[in-house]
């Protein structure tokens, strides 16, 4: 059965940077694209990137470019988010979800999120 | 703009219909997507490409759309419907964006 799993809880102080991982299995890992969504407490999801396993193509929002890096590695069916400068506003839930490429648009899947915890 | 709005909250009694809106400019050219989270919970795709009905997602909920705005029904409500509902969609840049949200109350 297909399954995106996702490290339990990461914090970090003011400053730091964040690397958060995404291990896919159940399926062929590069015929999906992966995306990056976090959820502030009490918000609404925000849309961070997205990677093609196959090439290794990335598009990020406006918001976090140049903060936000997202990469893969095929031989562990595994995608990474590092998040740079973090600061309180960005303690959240991070999640990855998957999204057929030759169909894209929907996050059919997604892992069960990563609570990132941003204090001094 | 690029932002997809939602009302906040709607208040629904057992059995009868929600209908839940979702408004942007990108939505005129791009198809929207339904997600359910419960809490505690990830999202749940509900409705791909603004009709279409993922297996296993009951017959109640169902969408529709008309120029910028896109509609989630859930006809005959349940107890169980009690959650948070997102739209999103995608610009043709291949960026994503999710709407403002909506919690579902089920008096």
């Known amino acids: 059965q297909v399954q995106l799993v996702q490290a339990g809880t990461e914090v970090k102080k003011p400053g730091a940077s964040v690397k958060l991982s995404c291990k896919a299995s159940?399926?062929?890992?590069?015929?999906?694209?992966i995306h990056w969504v976090r959820q502030a407490p009490g918000q609404s999801l925000e849309w961070m990137g997205w990677?093609?396993?196959?090439?290794?193509?990335?598009k990020y929002s406006q918001k976090f470019q140049g903060r936000v890096t997202i990469n893969r590695d095929t031989s562990a069916n595994t995608a990474y988010m590092e998040l740079s400068s973090l600061r309180s506003e960005d303690t959240a839930v991070y999640y990855c979800?998957?999204?057929?490429?030759?169909?894209?648009?929907?996050?059919?899947?997604w892992g069960q999120g990563t609570l990132v915890t941003v204090s001094s | 703009s690029s932002e997809l709005t939602q009302p906040p909250s709607v208040s629904v009694s057992p059995g009868q219909t929600a209908r839940i809106t979702c408004s942007g400019d990108?939505?005129?050219?791009?198809?929207a997507y339904w997600y359910q989270q419960k809490p505690g919970q990830a999202p749940l795709l509900l409705i791909h490409?603004?009709?279409e009905r993922p297996s296993g997602i009951p017959e109640r909920f169902s969408g529709s759309t008309s120029g910028t705005t896109v509609t989630l029904t859930i006809s005959g409500v349940e107890a169980e419907d009690e959650a948070d509902y997102f739209c999103?969609?995608?610009?043709?840049?291949?960026?994503?964006?999710f709407g403002t949200g909506t919690r579902v109350s089920v008096l």
């Open positions: 990108a939505l005129a050219k791009q198809f």
């Open positions: 979800a998957r999204d057929l490429i030759s169909d894209a648009g929907s996050l059919d899947f």
């Open positions: 990677i093609n396993p196959g090439n290794h193509n990335t």
């Open positions: 490409k603004d009709t």
């Open positions: 999103q969609s995608a610009h043709s840049s291949g960026t994503y964006v």
């Open positions: 159940g399926y062929t890992f590069t015929t999906y694209i």
